[in-house]
């Protein structure tokens, strides 16, 4: 019997990134302004396109590109979407921002957030399906998929409506399986895992705001944020994806919980935040925890995008809009009812798109920004070069949240991809100050 598989701790489904978020367009030699373009590659959630949004003027525009590793993850990526561009009127800001993280970040979700999850699928079931040419809303553009892409998108959504009923997963012993197989023989000693998890390695690369009981609670059952009162016993089927494993010479698809189990979803928008206030500490412990952080961070993010909305409104509280939404009984917000946003589009690219867009002459030399995840290095090639724009910077997310890689292997991972990057002919941006979370590049200069 094993000692369990240390490998499988961040799992094989990128839920959420391993990075805070990121204004991408103040990475690098110069603040990007005017028309920019974006490319994200692997990025697993909308942390880093919310807050680029977040710090634009009036007058930029921002289109960004993604490309993701699953058709369930860009399912994910376009709920989350949608949840984050539902208008005040319809949804309070502070009710919105709650339910976007307990859909982001719990395995087990109130039936109140379920229904509200059943709701934004079936308008995305029917964006994908049924607009061929143009997008139904800018920000949740789909066109450029395959045909075969759409299809297993629409089937995704349609299982999040109406789940299996005959082979129900429980998300509970789904969670359960994966603690067994990444921890073995140390199963009976959890709590100790978990404890130097956090305290030896989160607590010592800065991430001091998560709480134990919190960060222990998820580890334990997949539960990142309880803010209301409820009962948190839902699968929350957006987490769920098919594994293909190998029994007995046949490939079997197996149904379950595969992704993260040891960063946690606290990591994108809850360790670091500009309200300095947020990150006190009193007798050297954290008087806020990193889901407090997580709701001033994320609720910041959405009140940005209502005053970037395109069609203005009469301005509503939390109180009148939550008011509203009670007394209509939570009708469905269709996709024309979301925010516009002024000059920003967002437009998902086939899975294999990244080795294809050189081969194209609308992306030579296109992109301003290019940023690529910790489990998407293996994607970079020479050709990258052909599609980045002369100033253009890449942005390579590192192996620091990545618990279980020892330093050596960190190490090893940072070295990878300065090779990698001077093989496309990118060198490091030296005037750069190094974050140890992501590395910076710059094309070569000739």
């Given at each position: 019997m094993s000692a369990g598989r240390a490998s499988e701790g961040a799992g094989c489904v990128n839920w959420w990134g391993f990075s805070p978020a990121r204004d991408l367009l103040r990475m690098g030699p110069m603040k990007l302004e005017g028309e920019t373009n974006v490319l994200l590659v692997g990025s697993g959630d909308p942390r880093h396109i919310l807050k680029t949004v977040a710090g634009l003027q009036n007058t930029d525009r921002l289109h960004v590109w993604v490309i993701e590793n699953s058709m369930e993850v860009v399912a994910r990526q376009l709920l989350l979407l949608y949840l984050a561009l539902i208008p005040p009127e319809s949804m309070g800001t502070n009710e919105k921002t709650e339910i976007f993280l307990e859909v982001f970040g719990n395995a087990e979700i109130r039936s109140q957030t379920e229904e509200t999850l059943r709701l934004?699928?079936?308008?995305?079931?029917?964006?994908?399906?049924?607009?061929?040419?143009?997008?139904?809303?800018?920000?949740?553009?789909?066109?450029?998929?395959?045909?075969?892409?759409?299809?297993?998108?629409?089937?995704?959504?349609?299982?999040?409506?109406?789940?299996?009923?005959?082979?129900?997963?429980?998300?509970?012993?789904?969670?359960?399986?994966?603690?067994?197989?990444?921890?073995?023989?140390?199963?009976?000693?959890?709590?100790?895992?978990?404890?130097?998890?956090?305290?030896?390695?989160?607590?010592?690369?800065?991430?001091?705001?998560?709480?134990?009981?919190?960060?222990?609670q998820w580890r334990e059952r997949g539960l990142a944020f309880e803010m209301?009162?409820?009962?948190?016993?839902?699968?929350?089927?957006?987490?769920?994806?098919?594994?293909?494993?190998?029994?007995?010479?046949?490939?079997?698809?197996?149904?379950?919980?595969?992704?993260?189990?040891?960063?946690?979803?606290?990591?994108?928008?809850?360790?670091?935040?500009?309200?300095?206030?947020?990150?006190?500490?009193?007798?050297?412990?954290?008087?806020?925890?990193?889901?407090?952080?997580?709701?001033?961070?994320?609720n910041t993010l959405f009140q940005w995008l209502s005053s970037r909305r395109g069609c203005p409104s009469?301005?509503?509280?939390?109180?009148?809009?939550?008011?509203?939404?009670?007394?209509?009984d939570r009708q469905p917000i269709t996709i024309n009812d979301l925010i516009h946003l002024n000059g920003i589009s967002v437009t998902f690219l086939p899975m294999d798109s990244l080795h294809k867009l050189p081969q194209k002459q609308k992306y030579s030399h296109f992109f301003n920004t290019i940023y690529v995840s910790a489990s998407c290095v293996h994607q970079l090639g020479p050709t990258l070069r052909q599609i980045a724009a002369p100033d253009a910077v890449l942005v390579v997310e590192l192996a620091k949240y990545i618990l279980d890689l020892n330093k050596e292997q960190e190490a090893g991972f940072a070295e990878t991809v300065a090779s990698i990057a001077l093989k496309a002919e990118f060198e490091p941006w030296q005037e750069g100050k190094s974050d140890d979370v992501h590395a910076l590049f710059v094309p070569q200069r000739k």
């Open positions: 934004v699928a079936s308008q995305l079931a029917l964006c994908v399906t049924e607009t061929l040419e143009t997008a139904a809303h800018p920000c949740l553009n789909t066109t450029l998929l395959k045909f075969k892409e759409r299809d297993e998108l629409a089937r995704i959504l349609k299982t999040w409506i109406q789940p299996p009923s005959s082979s129900p997963i429980s998300m509970s012993k789904a969670w359960d399986y994966r603690v067994r197989q990444h921890l073995g023989l140390r199963y009976d000693s959890k709590r100790g895992c978990f404890d130097w998890d956090l305290s030896m390695k989160l607590h010592q690369k800065g991430c001091g705001v998560i709480n134990k009981q919190q960060y222990v209301r009162e409820g009962v948190y016993q839902t699968t929350n089927q957006s987490l769920l994806s098919s594994r293909v494993f190998r029994q007995k010479g046949d490939r079997v698809a197996v149904r379950g919980y595969w992704g993260d189990i040891v960063s946690s979803p606290y990591l994108s928008f809850g360790v670091e935040t500009e309200d300095k206030e947020l990150l006190k500490t009193q007798n050297e412990q954290h008087i806020k925890t990193a889901q407090d952080v997580s709701l001033a961070n994320v009469s301005p509503h509280s939390d109180a009148e809009a939550e008011e509203a939404s009670k007394q209509s």
